[in-house]
């Protein structure tokens, strides 16, 4: 297994008792930090978005974060002055992953591949094949399994879940198993548009992830259990799992997912044929996507108004 994850030569032994419960520690020593492009000019102020972010990094809980704006206002500089602030504390480093020269959210994965030095990602399937029945390697099978989702590789990325689901379980973890069924039942909807065997999935997800108490997690699957329901005609789930989000969006203070929950609502009124609710409810919508400058879905709720105004 350590041949399969790359363990660097010097540190094969320290692995091997570490895999063994020998020691209940492993560290390697590393290379040298990833480097990060220099900036051209100074950051001037900025104090109480460094001191936020800085704050958002040291949190256990906070697996990702985004900084959303107009093209052109610094977000770049910030996060670089972030990143280079804190890299003492990143043992594994930072780096810098330029997306736009890529024309597809296709290229992602390979450019993320290419600024790690990574193999490609259907070599890291082949090398991680080889430790299939390791917990190690449970997270980089779900990220990988997830980037095949987005690239509407399904029947790669339902076996990629499929063997996760197989790992959480072995480990007891409560939360990679909610992921992988959220993933597994969701994906099967996409790509099939399976309905009743997708939201009982889904549900069991939703139950998993509030007993780890991931409340963005569970909002997640709550959202995509909502949308199965609708296409399965089960408007009364879809109902109670929205008010559900909306109740968690609401005591969060997150904007973003109320308009989420506004458009799922909006399509709920406009399946049961009441337009001027759909109406309301994309308003409402596309009001919440402007204030966090969400533009592909504030666009999307405008597209639909824009469709409801020509309809009627």
């Known amino acids: 297994m350590a041949s399969a994850l790359h363990v660097p030569d010097r540190a094969h032994g320290a692995f091997v008792r570490f895999a063994r419960g020998l020691d209940t520690a492993f560290e390697t020593a590393h290379e040298a930090p990833l480097a990060l492009p220099t900036a051209a000019t100074l950051l001037i102020g900025r104090e109480r978005e460094i001191a936020l972010l800085s704050h958002r990094l040291h949190d256990p809980r906070c697996r990702l974060i985004t900084l959303s704006g107009p093209g052109g206002v610094g977000k770049t500089h910030l996060a670089l002055h972030v990143a280079e602030r804190h890299l003492p504390a990143m043992p594994d480093g930072a780096c810098f992953v330029p997306l736009s020269a890529l024309s597809s959210a296709r290229d992602i994965p390979g450019a993320l591949a290419d600024a790690l030095g990574m193999a490609p990602l259907d070599e890291a399937f082949r090398r991680l094949g080889h430790a299939r029945d390791s917990g190690v390697v449970i997270e980089p099978r779900m990220f990988s399994a997830l980037a095949l989702y987005k690239a509407s590789r399904y029947a790669d990325a339902e076996r990629e879940m ?32 399976e309905t009743e065997r997708s939201f009982a999935e889904i549900m069991r997800a939703v139950t998993l992830l509030r007993g780890e108490d991931d409340v963005f997690a569970a909002m997640d699957v709550l959202l995509n259990a909502s949308h199965i329901a609708l296409a399965a005609n089960r408007f009364d789930d879809a109902d109670a799992l929205l008010a559900d989000c909306a109740e968690t969006a609401f005591r969060l203070d997150n904007a973003y997912a109320m308009g989420g929950v506004e458009l799922a609502r909006g399509r709920l009124a406009l399946a049961r044929g009441d337009v001027k609710q759909a109406r309301q409810h994309f308003e409402h919508s596309h009001e919440l996507f402007q204030r966090v400058r969400a533009a592909p879905q504030a666009n999307e709720v405008l597209a639909l108004l824009a469709r409801l105004r020509f309809n009627s």
């Open 162 to 193: 499929t063997h996760m689901l197989s790992l959480a379980l072995k480990m007891g973890s409560r939360w990679f198993e909610g992921i992988a069924r959220h993933a597994l039942a969701y994906g099967r909807f996409l790509d099939i548009g």
